[in-house]
């Protein structure tokens, strides 16, 4: 199931965020505005674009339905929940640390009419996720003190909850693998490891 990108009116989301961030701007915005970090705190900020393709192959990876709620760690300027509201009718939350990625997110949403699709300025970590289920996150750049985050907050995933995860696989009871790939990203070639919280333990 490709996205049509004219079809699906996912050039509107690209001509929004084109006319706050031009092109390239939005890696100058994230350099200027990423939180502080002390040497060894758990997660190293950088700037990547998950491209259109790769968002597709995850969400299908994931078995992604417009019954579930999405949640994406460290959404960017919040391109990927868009698309997957626009495109997949998903609940669709972005959580990001810096806040003008927010408020224009925000602002493009509510433009578009996006009415699943909200935004919030957090740490990655401070939101539940049991809420969720279907999540993503790009732990790629995170030291052993983010992993160890990550991995525990795995603990929260209700049954039946899915979560893609780009380079590190999530770990946590009860968490079987679905499906692996190789993508393509705006730094490079990653690995997606996708994992599905089992409805049962045993």
């Known amino acids: 199931m490709?996205?049509?990108?004219?079809?699906?009116?996912?050039?509107?989301?690209?001509?929004?965020l084109f006319r706050y961030y031009g092109l390239g701007q939005a890696f100058q915005v994230a350099?200027?505005?990423?939180?502080?970090?002390?040497?060894?705190?758990?997660?190293?900020?950088t700037y990547g674009e998950t491209p259109l393709a790769a968002m597709d192959r995850i969400l299908t990876l994931c078995e992604a339905t417009s019954e579930d709620?999405?949640?994406?760690?460290?959404?960017?300027?919040?391109r990927f929940c868009m698309v997957a509201a626009r495109r997949r009718g998903l609940q669709a939350t972005g959580i990001e640390q810096i806040p003008?990625?927010?408020?224009?997110?925000?602002?493009?949403?509510?433009?578009?009419?996006?009415?699943?699709?909200?935004?919030?300025?957090?740490?990655?970590?401070?939101?539940?996720w049991s809420n969720h289920s279907l999540l993503y996150i790009t732990p790629t750049t995170f030291t052993d003190a983010g992993l160890a985050q990550f991995y525990a907050k795995c603990h929260e995933l209700r049954p039946g909850a899915r979560i893609a995860s780009l380079t590190h696989p999530a770990k946590g009871p009860g968490?079987?693998?679905?499906?692996?790939?190789?993508?393509?990203?705006?730094?490079?070639?990653?690995?997606?490891?996708v994992y599905r919280k089992e409805t049962s333990a045993h």
Request: aromatic share 14%.
């Open 2 to 16: 490709g996205f049509e990108y004219f079809q699906d009116g996912i050039w509107k989301i690209d001509l929004a």
């Open 31 to 45: 350099l200027k505005q990423r939180p502080k970090t002390e040497p060894g705190e758990g997660v190293s900020f």
């Open 69 to 78: 709620t999405f949640l994406e760690l460290g959404c960017g300027t919040g």
């Open 100 to 128: 003008s990625f927010v408020d224009n997110a925000q602002r493009i949403a509510r433009r578009l009419s996006l009415t699943d699709c909200r935004f919030v300025h957090d740490d990655l970590f401070a939101q539940s």
């Open 175 to 193: 968490l079987v693998p679905m499906a692996m790939d190789v993508l393509d990203f705006s730094w490079g070639a990653a690995t997606v490891f």
